[in-house]
């Protein structure tokens, strides 16, 4: 159905020019890493105004993994993974949507937090934030074997799938 | 002159030409100085198995992008104010702001490292044979535009910080509209600069191959059903 619906695909094997996935997931990688990072810094320095710059990044992230969805979905689904590639890349979609619900469930969370007392944060949310910061490092780790190990849809391996070559 | 000349001795035919002539029959060593590492080196030309650069791209962009957009959030508050009040969600003005400085200021922090490891990523690339890119371009070429162009959007990145800090600290510091007009028209120039950059970079992996384990294995001979199980 894919096919009728989009232009025709490239020598990424891609309908559009480059992989877009990659682009977004910068918004949802800086912004969850940072808003991590400026918790822990507003905690240990007591410099609480970082909070709220913890807040926005957070919920930016959480809007912008929706869109890296969407994106990975449709590009995974011309990737054509081989090898070890298939079992990476059913980790990397499983992570990926559930991150979404981790980041949805945090950022409802620091609404809360926020609409009570934007100056002060509990340790449990710290807590949080480094199973959310190690799930994105894992995610990241996941995703570069795929484009940097195997090379899915990079030109030369796209042309030795079309010759039958993997 | 003479310079030209002693340089294309040995350029066979030409020499003792004309001596700008030189140029075109320079004489390059058979031996790519990356040969004195290649021992140490995987099948994606690197001592370790995934790219540094590319990881630490997403944390340049992503910040620098989120650092413009907020402060331009911050700058027409007044317009969305409602927005925020329908959406029952409390914003001020200044803590927009704020998320533009100190996304900025991380992410001036952290290019320094995105640039030293892709120049480190760089001298090690070898780019496959014969390949042009979308834009035509060489695989010289787009390196020089990527490997130069990176240091010089350092630069600005630096530079546009420390624009920030003064517009936060010394000239606006009791204005709401914490940012200057000009300052978000260059964020805007400088979006677009880090968009073609960027391509440039995505280019040298996903048609020239760089630093990608299966292109290069692939460019080499080798049969990725057992090279790459």
Known sequence: MLEHLLPPLNDHNLPWMDTIHPIVVHFVIAMALISVLFDFIGVVTGRRALFEVSWWNLLFATSAIFVAIMFGQVEAGLANPYGDARNILNIHSTIGWSLAGVLSVLTGWRYVLRAKDPLSLPLAFLGADSLLAALVVVQVFLGDKLIWIYGLHTVKVVEAMRAGLV | ?229
């Open chain 2, 1 to 229: 002159m003479d310079i030209w000349a002693t340089h294309g001795e040995g350029g066979g035919s030409n020499a003792g030409g004309v001596g700008v002539m030189q140029f075109f029959n320079v004489v390059l060593p058979s031996e790519s100085p990356l040969n004195q590492i290649a021992a140490g080196l995987g099948p994606n030309d690197l001592p370790y198995s995934l790219p540094i650069h590319p990881n630490l791209v997403h944390l340049t962009i992503g910040l620098f992008v989120i650092a413009i957009a907020f402060d331009f959030a911050g700058a027409f508050y007044p317009l969305e104010k409602r927005i925020f009040r329908f959406l029952a969600l409390p914003v001020t003005r200044p803590g927009l702001h704020d998320v533009g400085w100190y996304n900025l200021l991380a992410c001036a922090v952290i290019s320094f490292f995105t640039v030293t490891a892709g120049f480190y990523e760089m001298l090690t690339a070898v780019p496959l044979a014969g390949v042009k890119s979308t834009f035509g371009l060489e695989s010289f070429v787009t390196m020089t535009w990527h490997g130069v162009g990176g240091v010089l959007i350092l630069l600005v990145i630096v530079l546009m910080t420390i624009w920030r800090g003064y517009q936060r600290f010394v000239w606006r510091k009791d204005m709401g509209r914490q940012v200057q007009w000009p300052y978000l028209f260059a964020g805007v120039v400088m979006m677009g600069v880090l968009g073609l950059h960027g391509t440039l970079g995505a280019q040298l992996a996903a048609e020239f191959g760089v630093h990608i384990t299966a292109d290069q294995l692939l460019a080499a001979g080798a049969d990725l059903k057992e090279a790459l199980p």
